[in-house]
């Protein structure tokens, strides 16, 4: 079996009611931690990558070689995508050609205009050579590998513009943040959910942000066309918490003293876990 495009699963969970799982990853044992844990949920999903954890890695093509002969070495037997997250035009077109099965393409920091422009050429790019899309409209809060917004409630007239152009999946900013979230969020909107939803016509939507947001706000949110939920900061979390616990307990110097197997292996541990864990809330598990 082969990494896929994304647009199929996606469109299962739609028609299902449950929502594929998004993780990002940022090195070879990240890598390695998600493909554990989503092959022991049996559950379809995707691994992504920034562009700055890309550069980290070693390049697009490190990152499709790594997950590929991963996929291949564990003998995976779930369908797993390959995804570029919140990706530069440049960056999704050189994804495009190395390898990867899905991108995402993120206009929505320029004029609307341009945002159907751009989006409309990597959609036909992608669609060319049977490669997934994603695209957003209205910028999602906090920060992420370097890129900031506010956030924003998109505009449903504008998703409908973007879905229309024949986009896979859509992210849309509906109260979500990156990172945290404060004590004080207000939470998600569903009122612009449900208008979201309707104005694209059922085309499956996307939630960024996913870490954090109490798990009956993202049921409700996939009973209203959500379909991919991204996970990132909930894994550096479990992963930082457990090697923190690991060396304060002072087992970083036993035996071979700081040898990284053993100081980072609470820490990818956690991680297949709560992927495992994710994996069954989304209502993913079991659906490979």
């Known amino acids: 079996m082969a990494l896929v495009s994304a647009a199929e699963m996606v469109k299962k969970a739609h028609e299902g009611h449950y929502a594929i799982p998004a993780f990002n990853t940022n090195d070879l044992e990240w890598t390695q931690s998600i493909l554990k844990g989503i092959q022991e949920a049996q559950s379809p999903a995707i691994i992504q990558v920034s562009e700055g954890a890309a550069k980290y890695m070693g390049g697009y093509k490190m990152v499709v070689d790594i997950v590929n002969d991963l996929y291949e070495s564990m003998g995976i037997t779930v369908p797993v995508a390959l995804h570029l997250d919140h990706g530069t035009f440049e960056g999704a077109q050189k994804c495009i050609e190395v390898g990867f099965t899905s991108v995402m393409f993120d206009g929505s920091h320029f004029d609307f205009d341009e945002n159907v422009a751009k989006s409309k050429e990597i959609i036909a790019l992608a669609h060319s050579k049977g490669i997934s899309v994603e695209c957003e409209v209205g910028g999602i809060g906090g920060v992420e590998d370097g890129v900031a917004s506010n956030g924003e409630l998109a505009d449903p007239a504008e998703c409908k513009s973007i879905s229309d152009l024949g986009v896979d999946f859509l992210a849309a900013g509906i109260g979500n943040i990156h990172g945290k979230y404060p004590a004080d969020w207000a939470g998600l909107n569903f009122e612009r959910l449900d208008a979201i939803d309707k104005a694209v016509e059922g085309k499956p939507l996307v939630l960024h942000g996913g870490s954090g947001i109490p798990f009956d706000q993202v049921k409700k949110a996939v009973e209203l066309g959500v379909s991919k939920v991204n996970i990132n900061t909930e894994l550096q979390l479990e992963f930082a918490a457990a090697t923190r ?21 609470p820490g990818f541990d956690a991680i297949t876990a709560k992927v495992i864990d994710l994996c069954k809330n989304f209502g993913s598990a079991g659906q490979a």
């Open 245 to 265: 616990k690991y060396i304060e307990a002072g087992k970083d110097q036993e035996g071979k003293g700081y040898d990284p197997r053993k100081l980072l292996k």
